[in-house]
């Protein structure tokens, strides 16, 4: 297997903490946010100007939308983007060559996890690679803790053991090596389905392929009384000849075994757990199919709908958050994701009806026979062999079939309103398609189908909702602010001076040389501003070849005050600016405003 189900420093238990605020925003357009849960209960710095308590200039009612990175925490120092440094060569580890068990030789590191660390190693005995899982217990824990994190993976082999399911990961051996067990498994050959949606999001029809196999697997594994507690995409891996396995195991749930819980603890990750789960009341087999629901929410939307900032926010979102309907999931799939997502989980389907959903999405759209090619007369004069589906009445008959071909031509045209939507976004290329986000910030947008969303609601005066590129070209923003009586603009002009005036303050710690303007614009036929800015990401302006960006703000302010900032972020130069041009163009044209 490629890792047991997490990245570098990722714990699978969260303790329940105060919430934290939202993490610091950055002025350069960001890559696609990363999956990992960890960031829920991240403790990045908080807002300049926007800390409790802090001194300084308040925020302006319009202070422009800066987009914070949504992985959280602190940022890389100048010059050091993804992808600047690279992680040590696995041979340079001291563990590489380890024998372990007097067969298995440790070859090179493939992940970590909240209980383990991941090892690409070959069995001697047999000539053979496979995936060893190595017990990863921080040295600050006392000793029964150590045991219980020891009980835990002894107890994620006998889960995966006792479950016979193509899908679920083989277990090989179990070797205790210094006291620890360490798990020996199948090696799966690819990536996890969280990685493939850092990529972008799935088909729908193939996240219903993917599905149907994790299904497969979670109902194999409640045949064998195991619930399986944290199916999430990064425990999905994607293997070869299309193969889906379900892994990691460390926090399920045996029928007849005593439960290994942390005291104070919750275990698993947050925007993936039932609401039953949460309020502590004991989970069936219908809490794993919550958790699919919401891979599969995740795998065609790109994030699951309860994420937020911070751990304790993503729970009450399970617990009260009424999600969205997919926008990139229509017909069985969708219905099925939003019955998934019952709260009540008495309400949500059983694995047979699942099943059927799941294959319904996946099968190729049928193509519907064609009446009038039967309809007419065949060469030679005689009766066509496809006749069959033609009425009698229409043999022969010529008023008859005229009028059936002008009532296919009504349907048909029909069906194309309906599937293409033609009059819902204004000249929209293909891939596009219209986000209704009325329920956040009251309006809807245009954005390419591919982009990430994600949705703040730290501040629910002023909700934000972002579409980031999942090249980390562009990034897309909407925020809507309402007036709160301090610093509110009297009108729209004195709304965008607020932005060019933050700007030329200097737009406090986050840009260096920044230069800004604004000029007329419409929205719907009335009045906006558009502001357009210049600048470098702050501390960059010692860098030898430092990166300028451009930052696009369409402002717009209804009577009473409330304002709608859209934002669009490029680099200012070169092909990518003219493209951000264009994007930027486009999502204006086709921005709707559902309270003007």
């Not at 891979?295 to 926010?313: C, N, T």
């Not at 972002?466 to 002009?493: I, Q």
């Not at 036929?525 to 300028?548: C, F, Q, W």
Request: hydrophobic residues 35%; negative net charge.
């Amino acid at each position: 297997m490629t890792n047991d189900g997490g990245r570098a420093n990722e714990p699978t238990s969260y303790s329940l903490r105060p919430p934290h605020a939202p993490a610091a925003p950055v002025p350069a357009p960001q890559p696609p946010p990363e999956a990992p849960e960890a960031r829920e209960a991240s403790q990045g710095p908080r807002q300049p100007g926007r800390e409790a308590g802090a001194a300084g200039p308040s925020r302006g009612a319009y202070e422009p939308t800066w987009l914070a990175d949504p992985r959280g925490g602190p940022q890389p120092p100048a010059g050091e983007g993804p992808g600047t440094r690279q992680p040590a060569p696995a041979a340079q580890d001291p563990s590489s060559g380890r024998l372990i068990g007097g067969r298995y030789q440790l070859v090179s590191r493939l992940g970590h996890g909240g209980m383990g660390t991941v090892w690409r190693a070959h069995d001697q005995i047999v000539d053979r690679d496979v995936a060893v899982k190595e017990p990863r217990v921080p040295d600050h824990l006392p000793e029964r803790e150590r045991q219980t994190v020891y009980q835990r993976m002894e107890r994620e082999a006998r889960a995966a053991a006792r479950i016979d399911h193509p899908s679920v990961v083989t277990v090989h051996d179990v070797v205790v090596e210094d006291g620890r067990p360490w798990i020996v498994m199948e090696l799966v050959r690819g990536q996890s389905l969280g990685d493939r949606l850092m990529e972008g999001t799935l088909d729908p029809r193939e996240a219903a392929r993917i599905g149907l196999a994790v299904l497969g697997a979670l109902a194999a594994a409640h045949e064998a009384g195991v619930l399986h507690r944290d199916v999430k995409p990064d425990n999905v891996l994607l293997g070869r000849s299309d193969r889906v396995v379900l892994t990691d195991f460390g926090i399920a749930q045996i029928e007849g075994e005593q439960r290994l819980t942390e005291t104070g603890g919750f275990v698993g990750s947050p925007e993936f757990i039932a609401p039953e789960r949460v309020l502590g009341q004991r989970p069936g087999p219908e809490s794993d199919l919550w958790s699919l629901g919401v891979v599969l929410y995740a795998a065609v939307e790109g994030m699951s709908p309860f994420r937020r900032s911070h751990a304790p926010a993503t729970l009450q979102a399970v617990l009260g958050s009424e999600p969205q309907v997919p926008a990139r999931a229509t017909g069985p799939l969708a219905t099925l994701i939003m019955q998934l997502l019952r709260k009540d989980p008495a309400m949500r389907p059983a694995a047979p009806e699942v099943r059927q959903a799941l294959e319904a999405a996946a099968r190729e759209p049928q193509s519907v026979p064609t009446l009038l090619a039967t309809a007419g007369y065949p060469p030679g004069g005689g009766q066509s062999t496809g006749g069959r589906f033609v009425p009698p009445i229409l043999h022969r008959n010529r008023k008859a079939q005229l009028g059936l071909g002008g009532l296919v031509l009504v349907v048909a045209a029909t069906l194309v309103l309906v599937i293409m939507k033609p009059f819902s976004g204004e000249g929209l290329p293909p891939g596009w398609t219209v986000r209704e986000e009325r329920d956040v910030v009251g309006a809807s947008l245009a954005v390419p189908g591919e982009y990430r969303r994600v949705q703040d609601d730290s501040d629910s005066d002023n909700p934000v909702v972002t579409y980031y590129d999942p090249s980390g070209v562009f990034t897309v923003s909407l925020r809507r602010s309402t007036p709160d009586g301090e610093n509110d603009p009297a009108n729209l002009d004195a709304a965008a001076d607020q932005i060019v005036a933050f700007y030329k303050d200097g737009g406090g710690t986050t840009v260096e040389d920044a230069k800004s303007e604004k000029a007329g614009s419409k929205q719907q036929g009335k009045e906006a501003r558009d502001v357009t800015t210049s600048y470098l990401p702050y501390g960059t302006s010692s860098n030898k070849n430092p990166i300028r960006y451009v930052k696009r703000d369409h402002l717009y302010l209804n009577k009473a005050k409330v304002a709608w900032d859209l934002t669009v972020s490029m680099p200012a130069d070169g092909d990518a600016q003219r493209d951000g041009e264009e994007l930027y163009e486009r999502i204006v044209r086709n921005l709707k405003i559902h309270k003007l």
